[in-house]
Each structure stands twice: as C-alpha cells, then as structure tokens.
C-alpha cells in the first residue's frame, strides 16, 4: 500500500575490516557539535502534513503524492559486509554490488489517460505512466557478505518516507559474530551526512560529529554469542546519501564461548532462561493471560452479508498494520512502541479485525524453517528476546486473542522487500506460482484450529496496464495471468487446509469496454480498459464471478480505494460529490457487487491525511461505509505511511486524535460499545462479545 518514496537503491560492499579506514571523507566545520542518542531517545515530531509543490519541476499534473507512493517506505535497501579476518589481516576483498531498488506505486497503479508526468520505479522522470518499463516493479536488491570474517556488518534501508515536511529513512543493522568465541563489545561507524540527525534509534547508543554516526551496543546488545547477530536500528531525518562504502565495525574483543550453539536460527541474541527480565528496572515481565484457541468464532457469507455461525449478521471493522511484508519481519514501529500494549490499544480503540500484510516469501521461510531476525527495541519489548520471528508472530496471534481481535492474514507481496507490493504479479523472480501457493496452504494449515484467523486476503492488488508484460487480467480463461483463476486455486489450497475461513478476493487495475471485442485482454491500448486503483477493479465479477463450489459461501470481493493526496485521478478533477464517485468509481467498479447481492465487500484499503485535498473524498467514503454497512480495513496503524498518514503518531504510541473520531464512526457499536467478533471474549476494555449483540 502506501509510503513516501524517494529515489531508492541497493548497494552491497565487503571490505576486510583490517584494511578499513575511518569513516570516509569529513566535512570540516568551524563548529563542532556532538550528540548522544539512547534508545529511549523521544523522537522528534512535525505537525506539518502538508506537501510542497512540485509541478514546476514534473509537470502541471503531477501529483507529490502519486510518484513517491510507497506506503512502507522502502525504496529499496542497501546492505553493507564488513569482516575482520585476524589471520589474514594482511590481505583484503572488497565487493561492490549496486542496483537501484525500484519503488513508485501509485503512477503505476493508475491509468494512463490521466496524462500525469510519473517516476518509475527506478526513479527515473518519464513523461507519462505509458512510458514505464513492464518489469519496472522487479527488486534488483543484492547482499554481497564476506564468508570469512570474525565480524560481518549488515545495513538494510528498511524505509523511506515524507511527513510533508522532512524526508526520513530507516535503517536496520545485524552485527554478526562468524567467530567460535564470544564478541565482548562492537562499534559501528556510518556517514549520514551532515544535515542528518537522528530522529529515534533502539538497541544501541549513538553520538555524531560532522555527520558520522558512531554507534554502539546498551548493555543488552553488548556480548554476541558465536554464529548469532546483535541487532539495532535508528530513523534518520533529512539524511544525506549514506556513505556506504565508509561504514564500519570494530570489535571490542572476543571472550572464550560456553556451551556454544550455533543452530539457533533466531538471530534476536537468545535469552533462554524462561523467565523475560525488564532491562529498564521493574523485575520479571509478567505472562499475559493467554486464552487457549477456539473453533466456534468461524465466518461464512449468505448473498451480501457476513455471519457467524448463528446465523448473526456480522460488520468487520479493522485496521492495518503492516512490517511483516517489508523486512522488519515484525510489526513496523516496534522499535519505538511496545508490543503487548499496542495491541491492546488497537483493541481498546474498539477495531475487531487486524488486517497484517506479510510476504509469500517470509511463509515460505517459515515453513522451511527458517526465521529471518524481527527488528525491535530489545529494551522496550524485552519479553520478545529469545523469540524467533515466527514465534513472535504466534505471540501477535495470542495476544489478538486474548484482546478480542481477530486477524485477516494479507499475501502483500511476493518477495520480502518494502517495495515488493509494487510487482505486478503475485510471483517473482525469487517466489513462483507454486511457491505462492504452497505458502497459503501452509499458514492456513497451521492455524486451522485458532479462529484468531478468520480470514486470508489472497492477494494485495494484483495490477497491470496494458502494455505491461506480465499484468493481471480477468476472464474466464486458464491463463497463468488470469487473476481470477489463480485467485481461485488459492482460494482452494488455502480452504483445503481450513474450510471455515473467509477468502478476501481483490481486484485488478484494468478491465476491457468491450468484452466481445477485447474479453481476452489483447489489446494493449489502455483506451480500450476502465482503469482505477490497484485491487480496485471488480468489474470482471459481473460476467466472471469467482467459483468455488461448496466453498463459496467464503468469498468476500476486497477492493481498494484511494483520495487524490495519493492520486488525483480523472473523478478528482473539478468538483467532485458523492454522487460522482458513487457513479464514476464505485459503483460499477464494485459497489455493485454487493448492492446486487452477488456477495459481501471488504475494503481492504481506505485512509488518508486529515486534510484537503483527501478529507472531502475521505468522508464520502465513510459514508458509504456507514450507510451501507461495507466491512473495511482502514490504512493504517503505522505512523510511517507516507503519503496517507496513521492512526498513531511518530512514536507509534500517541494517538490521532482527531482522525481517530473520524474512524470510529464506522466502527461497529452497540448501546456505546465496540462490538467484537468472538462469542466469549470482549473486544479489549471498552467492548463486548458478539454473544451479546442483539440479532
């Protein structure tokens, strides 16, 4: 979905770390200012969501919003190798690898006919959408590392993003032990540039001078055991390009290891001793009380309505978080906010579904067992230390339980990656149709006995234009590239693992004018196509409903819809009402579908900045949302959506306020308040059980 984007790149470097300099070239400065950071550091905050004109520079019709859409940041990574082999000090590798991550979702996710100059993915300036390369969306994101080092240093560009005032990037570093001993302290040091401050950091402390970032371990991040990897980040403001080539880690020497174990795979520097003690002072953390599973809260569809197994007529009213898609292989925002009570906030805050979008690739990494590291603040979330990143996420489905939440698992993107979204298709160079597959059939197999999960949205905005190569279509066809026939084979594999969840199908982009002339999608004109937001068109349904036999009661049709902050489309231009959008978009895109009872809705996507030019569209979609009682996910939870905004402020932890009373209006309620959908437990402390909703 959505983030700032600005031009994004991946660059990997392997240097012996013996033959390391200092950091680089330094700017000189009469003045020397110098700054330590903890990782309890208060971040630094703007108000300002405004953004600044660039029609000047990329044309009338440019939309700030539109080009650098990228709603997780990202905009690629870059990853620096760095090791220290103390008996060949003498000699020295180095590797350079560099590619450009590409990143820009809403030029693409819109139609052509606009005419608006776009950034492609790559971030070059092209003079219209037509112009975009069709594999424009591919990650070229490489990792070159040294396999013989004592000490490798691994920096990702996790996000990139825009407040409407300043540009931040996040940054996500592993210093791993390759030795047999155990690492007794590190020091990294980085070049952001001298306009760079840090804005928030965790698991570590920094000091900077002239624009050098030296950083090193809190007393829980200090000694790394062999073959395991210390973790820390930090969100810079404004930084410069960062000098890659000059990043570099120094150990602070190496202690003799016992019982050494290097087959933990978790990489989160392990605390086994069963009991999670508070860094921070405040003893031992204290165990939730933890429900155990239930069956009883499944879901199913009769014409346009969602019920529960009483036949009671249920509204989904929720929120999306997102990390598990980008890298963060966790919740964004951990490394300033705390898990347990972010949770339950969402819960308190009265939303009963968490949308949580997450890769085919990280699944598939799972089931393999494989568990690539979560990045968090290990003195804020202490309780996580010695969690793998799938037993954290089992604790996110515990702790969703235990408030009343119940979950919708979103296939985001096929590959790891904050820009993964972008791809067109919902397989890869790395992660083919079957790996997609096997993926849906392992995690609904996994959880088939928790109704926590309730329901799976099969794929976040499958999308093409026209002339792009591969896009995805909907017919009746069993083409590879037919949506609507892959949607169903997902659909299958995931109800086979578990027949009582719900399916959420989205859209595409494009659909034919003339289905007797172009119903095969050959022609490579977008003249001939309706086009409208990714995921949003659901045209298709009306002559080629999705068919699952026995399980079609499951299908839920999920579009997504947008304001013109994040792209003024052709329906934005003039003065647009609700009985414009309701005619021009929704209803032929997809209101129809359940105006006609052919089946429920869920908008899986909808939200934005509190402003003009997003707030009128904003509130004519709310209320269409209210009068009609359409299911919805609201974007998002997350502070760092760039070009839309969150409920929470930049420490994740303060609330909206004042976009949060725009949300609870279409929150589901009842005599004051928040309903939840399970029968036993109530939606946080300002809710109650669906047992005690009146039929």
């Known amino acids: 979905m959505k983030k700032r984007k600005i031009i994004s790149f991946v660059t990997a470097v392997t240097v012996m770390l013996s033959m390391m300099t200092a950091c680089g070239d330094v700017p000189e400065e009469d003045i020397t200012s110098e700054t330590a950071v903890t990782a309890e550091q208060t971040e630094s905050k703007s108000d300002d969501e405004t953004v600044s004109e660039t029609a000047e520079l990329f044309g009338e019709d440019y939309d700030p919003f539109a080009d650098d859409y990228d709603p997780y940041g990202g905009n690629g990574a870059f990853t620096v190798t760095a090791a220290h082999n103390t008996e060949n000090s003498a000699e020295s590798t180095e590797a350079v690898t560099s590619a450009q991550q590409q990143s820009a979702e809403t030029a693409a996710k819109t139609s052509s006919e606009s005419g608006a100059a776009t950034v492609s993915e790559n971030g070059a300036v092209g003079a219209s959408s037509a112009e975009k390369k069709s594999d424009s969306s591919k990650s070229d994101k490489k990792t070159e590392k040294s396999s013989s080092g004592d000490i490798s240093l691994e920096i990702t560009n996790s996000n990139s993003w825009n407040d409407g005032s300043n540009d931040f990037t996040q940054i996500d570093v592993n210093v791993k032990n390759n030795s047999d001993k155990v690492l007794n302290g590190w020091t990294v040091t980085i070049n952001a540039g001298k306009n760079a401050t840090v804005d928030q950091s965790w698991n570590c402390t920094i000091s900077e001078k002239n624009g050098v970032l030296t950083i090193t371990p809190v007393s829980y991040n200090t000694d790394i055991e062999p073959g395991q990897s ?19 880690v ?21 605390n086994n001793s069963g009991q999670a003690v508070n860094p921070n002072g405040g003893g031992v953390h204290q165990e939730r009380d933890i429900p155990e599973p239930t069956t009883d809260d499944w879901l199913h569809t009769d014409g346009s309505k969602i019920l529960d197994s009483e036949g009671r007529e249920v509204w989904l009213t929720g929120i999306n978080w997102f990390g598990y898609n980008t890298g963060t292989n966790t919740f964004d925002g951990l490394w300033t906010c705390d898990l347990e009570t972010s949770i339950d906030a969402i819960a308190d805050h009265g939303f009963n579904l968490l949308r949580i979008p997450i890769s085919a690739e990280l699944i598939k990494q799972w089931s393999e067992g494989e568990y690539p590291t979560a990045n968090f603040n290990q ?40 820009s993964g979204h972008m791809a067109n298709m919902w397989y890869s160079d790395k992660i083919s149709e079957a790996d997609y597959l096997n993926a849906l059939g392992w995690i609904a197999k996994r959880y088939r006995n928790d109704d926590t999960i309730i329901a799976y949205d099969l794929e976040n905005e499958p999308h093409g234009k026209a002339y792009e190569n591969p ?55 977008m003249g001939d196509y309706y086009c409208t937001w990714w995921g949003g068109n659901l045209r298709g349904v009306k002559n080629d409903p999705v068919d699952l036999g026995k ?3 499951k299908i839920v049709y999920s579009p997504h819809d947008y304001g013109p902050t994040v792209y003024e489309q052709p329906w934005f231009k003039g003065n647009y009402t609700f009985d414009s959008l309701y005619k021009d978009v929704w209803y032929d895109n997809w209101f129809y579908i359940q105006k006609e009872n052919i089946a429920p809705l869920l908008i899986g996507e909808w939200g934005g900045y509190m402003s003009e030019p997003n707030i009128t569209w904003m509130t004519y979609l709310r209320r269409l949302i209210k009068e009609n009682r359409i299911n919805h996910t609201f974007w998002c939870f997350n502070a760092n959506s760039g070009d839309t905004g969150g409920l929470v402020k930049d420490d994740f932890v303060t609330w909206d306020e004042e976009k949060y009373k725009f949300v609870k209006e279409v929150l589901w309620q009842q005599n004051g308040k928040f309903v939840g959908l399970d029968h036993e437990i109530p939606l946080g402390k300002n809710g109650i059980t669906l047992s005690e909703v009146k039929k």
Request: charged content about 25%.
């Open 551 to 553: 399980y079609n009661d």
């Open 471 to 525: 896009r995805a279509k909907w017919d009746g066809s069993t083409d590879s590239d037919n949506w609507k026939y892959i949607a169903e084979k997902a659909a299958k594999k995931v109800l086979t693992a578990n027949p009582n969840v719900l399916v959420m199908i989205e859209g595409i982009e494009i659909y034919p004018k003339d289905i007797k002339k172009n119903g095969s999608f050959k022609s490579t004109d």
């Open 250 to 270: 120094e150990s602070g020497g190496f202690s003799a290891a016992a019982n050494v174990n290097n087959n933990n795979n978790n990489n989160n520097n392990n």
């Open 230 to 248: 210390g973790t820390f980040g930090l969100i810079l403001k404004n930084p410069d390009k960062i000098d890659s080539s000059s990043a570099k």
């Open 379 to 418: 003195a804020t979330n202490y309780y996580l230390v010695g969690m793998n990143s799938l037993e954290i996420f089992d604790y996110v489905v515990d702790l969703c339980r235990a408030d009343g939440i119940k979950i919708m698992i979103d296939i985001h993107s096929a590959n790891t990656d904050a």
